[in-house]
């Protein structure tokens, strides 16, 4: 991939249409339906027990850390989803499948990406906001809502964004790169809610790291009906992980830079700080999707 830009200086172009979000209405979107109703009938009360909704045992990001860093607006009726997500190209977004589906095949009726922001919530000269219609919504064929397999989708911008030293393409693994990443340091960023006890959601990017698993140390903690090759996994050491809010979001590595090799899809219904592992779509394993469903070039 190209390592250079052009940069127009420390701050976004501001739209001359700054798009208005009603938080209020704006619920992370492990909070819907649809994400509880693959769960088995005797899981379902934890839905409102053991609830950690934040990235959690992390530390807030200082302004620019992340500038691949989404946070995802996905409209549902009434209601919108808070998911995370990354940027691959000026037109394209990653994020899971599970973000802009609801139930089994209904797709969101569109939304707002939020590009730049460090607080999402106020009018940052950074930020870039661009809406997405479900005509750009490409979700991954063999998405299950049953199993989350295949939990991944790319989002196509309304209107392309503008590079930044903000707002920048996130990197991902080469078509050669066969790695599986274990005993890597991962890095997990994202918004979400502060706290067990409310449900305001945190207004600026957090993040954490713990090591990356090998897939057969995951099995151990997950099982192997759960975790696959097309996963992988961040240990949960110090109840450290990505929690409600944060789906769709990035897990990074350092290799030559910052590489994304993870997209943020589920974790323990027994709540965040457990200490069971966080699991992600691999980057690797949908590699070959996304190149054909965006405009993102690859390296070799």
């Given at each position: 991939m190209k390592t250079i830009w052009l940069l127009v200086g420390l701050l976004a172009v501001v739209s001359a249409e700054?798009?208005?979000?009603?938080?209020?209405?704006?619920?992370?979107?492990?909070?819907?339906?649809?994400?509880?109703?693959?769960?088995?009938?005797?899981?379902?009360?934890?839905?409102?027990?053991?609830?950690?909704?934040?990235?959690?045992?992390?530390?807030?990001?200082?302004?620019?850390?992340?500038?691949?860093?989404?946070?995802?607006?996905?409209?549902?009726?009434?209601?919108?989803?808070?998911?995370?997500?990354?940027?691959?190209?000026?037109?394209?977004?990653?994020?899971?499948?599970?973000?802009?589906?609801?139930?089994?095949?209904?797709?969101?009726?569109?939304?707002?990406?939020?590009m730049g922001a460090h607080n999402r919530n106020i009018q940052e000269a950074s930020q870039q906001r661009i809406r997405f219609s479900t005509s750009g919504l490409r979700v991954h064929p063999q998405y299950s809502l049953s199993t989350l397999r295949n939990d991944i989708a790319t989002v196509r911008l309304n209107s392309p964004m503008t590079f930044t030293t903000r707002i920048q393409p996130i990197r991902l693994p080469g078509r050669s790169d066969t790695r599986q990443f274990g005993g890597f340091t991962g890095t997990v960023s994202g918004f979400g809610r502060t706290?067990?006890?409310?449900?305001?959601?945190?207004?600026?990017?957090?993040?954490?790291?713990?090591?990356?698993?090998?897939?057969?140390?995951?099995?151990?903690?997950?099982?192997?009906?759960?975790?696959?090759?097309?996963?992988?996994?961040?240990?949960?050491?110090?109840?450290?992980?990505?929690?409600?809010?944060?789906?769709?979001?990035?897990?990074?590595?350092?290799?030559?830079?910052?590489?994304?090799?993870?997209?943020?899809?589920?974790g323990s219904v027994n709540g965040c700080t457990v200490g069971m592992p966080s699991v992600y779509a691999r980057v690797t394993t949908f590699l070959p999707w996304i190149l054909a469903n965006s405009d993102f070039v690859a390296q070799p």
């Open positions: 700054w798009i208005e979000i009603d938080w209020s209405k704006v619920r992370p979107i492990e909070d819907f339906d649809h994400y509880w109703e693959r769960l088995p009938a005797e899981y379902q009360f934890l839905r409102d027990t053991n609830r950690t909704h934040r990235i959690t045992n992390g530390q807030e990001a200082t302004p620019g850390q992340f500038p691949f860093q989404i946070a995802l607006i996905s409209e549902f009726g009434s209601s919108s989803g808070l998911c995370g997500g990354s940027v691959l190209t000026r037109n394209f977004i990653l994020t899971a499948a599970h973000c802009v589906v609801s139930g089994a095949s209904t797709l969101a009726s569109g939304g707002v990406a939020i706290s067990d006890a409310s449900t305001a959601t945190s207004a600026v990017v957090r993040f954490t790291s713990n090591p990356v698993m090998t897939n057969t140390d995951c099995i151990a903690r997950w099982g192997s009906a759960n975790i696959q090759a097309q996963n992988v996994c961040l240990a949960g050491t110090g109840g450290r992980s990505s929690c409600n809010g944060d789906s769709g979001g990035p897990l990074t590595v350092q290799s030559g830079g910052t590489m994304q090799i993870g997209v943020v899809s589920f």
